[in-house]
């Protein structure tokens, strides 16, 4: 038997309803109430940036109008001078009616904004199509995952605050020229570019070309550090784009760990019997001083140990009070990871820096190494 053919009112409905899932995405009410909040919060944060503190002596009626007036500014610092003008016209056409103007005018306001919203939908349109090709590329550069090593189980994520990122992460077996050893040393990189977005991506782009050429030619981690450094010092803009980064190698046979820490935030490294203990051993970040050298120390990794590395974005994630997560709370969720696969260590320090946020928005890249050493087998 045929099913009855809907009516008026149920196409209505259905029509109403693929265009709200269309406009909406699929996200519940819930999700796009978080949404919304996330982006005001971090629209607010963006446009408060340059007001001025308050002053603890100042009247709240003129405290206010300043508040006004830095927002005002900050509105029109964000535009072009074209527009800029267009804003003060609509704004001029907006209180016209109220000082006798005809009402027409008011029409006029609105089709300028209407207008300035357009040319801003259409810039915006234009940067995120290429923003999401340059992060298509920034995602081919980095490793989709690590190589088979069956002494160490490792897990990774880097996730940009903005469409790309200026953290950088890299692991491979490390093999020099002229140097076929049985079993190569498994190198890892953990880096941050001063700064975020298209600029810190393309120093990081460069970084990691400059450092596969210098691990293939370069046997020592010391030596390899003290090039990059070199190599940060020519492109670092007189120290203003320094890069700070914790280069290892690890021997899988004997556990052994090399260690550069480059001005770092330092890796915490959990023994098997619940001991913290954090790498610092290294020097200044790269590209501040050319002729400086570079500290480097090895620890005997022991089966079931973890080893966390981490970008400052983990512990100076803020939430809508502007605390920071901190060191020590990343510390207890390493602490607690107990002898979880790396996979679920990597996933719980991350489920607890998204709770930490709640909706304030993610204001800084977010890189995170995780490996467990099993030992050989």
């Known amino acids: 038997m045929d ?10 409905r259905q029509k109403v309803q693929d265009f709200w899932r269309r406009v909406s995405e699929g996200l519940t009410l819930q999700e796009l109430w978080t949404q919304f909040r996330k982006e005001t919060t971090a629209g607010y944060r963006s446009y408060t940036k340059g007001i001025r503190p308050a002053d603890p002596e100042e009247k709240e009626t003129k405290r206010a109008g300043r508040v006004l007036r830095d927002l005002f500014w900050a509105t029109l610092s964000k535009l072009s001078p074209v527009r800029r003008i267009l804003l003060l016209v609509a704004l001029v056409f907006w209180i016209s009616p109220l000082l006798g103007a005809p009402l027409v005018f008011a029409f006029y306001a609105a089709a300028i904004l209407l207008a300035i919203l357009g040319l801003e939908l259409a810039d915006r349109v234009a940067m995120k199509r290429d923003m999401q090709i340059a992060r298509d590329i920034q995602k081919w550069l980095l490793p989709h995952e690590p190589p088979a090593c069956p002494e160490a189980d490792v897990a990774f994520a880097a996730l940009p605050a903005n469409t790309v990122a200026g953290d950088y992460l890299d692991i491979f077996f490390r093999q020099t020229n002229g140097s076929t050893p049985p079993r190569p ?6 880096a941050d570019v001063a700064g975020k977005s298209v600029p810190a991506a393309l120093l990081s782009a460069t970084l990691q070309a400059s450092l596969r050429t210098a691990a293939y030619e370069t046997a020592s981690l010391a030596d390899l550090v003290t090039r990059i450094n070199s190599y940060a010092c ?10 700070t980064g914790v280069f290892a190698e690890l021997d899988p046979q004997s556990g052994s ?8 935030n330092p890796p915490l490294l959990r023994r098997g019997n619940g ?17 400086r050298g570079y ?5 005997a990794m ?3 140990d973890l080893l966390v590395l981490y970008t400052d974005g983990v512990v100076e994630a803020e939430n809508e009070k502007r605390e920071e997560f901190g060191e020590q709370r990343l510390r207890e969720v390493v ?14 320090i991350l489920k607890s820096v998204e709770r930490f946020l709640g909706v304030a928005p993610q204001n800084d890249d977010i890189t995170c190494f995780v490996m467990r050493y099993r030992g050989v087998s």
């Open 3 to 12: 099913e009855p053919k809907p009516n008026w009112f149920q196409r209505q």
């Open 185 to 190: 040393p498994l190198f890892f990189a953990v």
């Open 234 to 243: 020519d492109h670092s803009l007189d120290g203003r784009r320094f890069t």
């Open 257 to 264: 760990l090399t260690y550069v820490n480059a001005g770092h």
């Open 275 to 291: 001991e913290l203990l954090s790498l610092e051993a290294g020097g200044l970040p790269l590209g501040i001083e050319r002729d």
């Open 295 to 299: 500290e480097c120390r090895s620890v």
């Open 302 to 304: 022991q089966p079931g």
């Open 335 to 348: 602490g607690a990871s107990g002898d979880a696969e790396a996979p679920l260590v990597l996933e719980s």
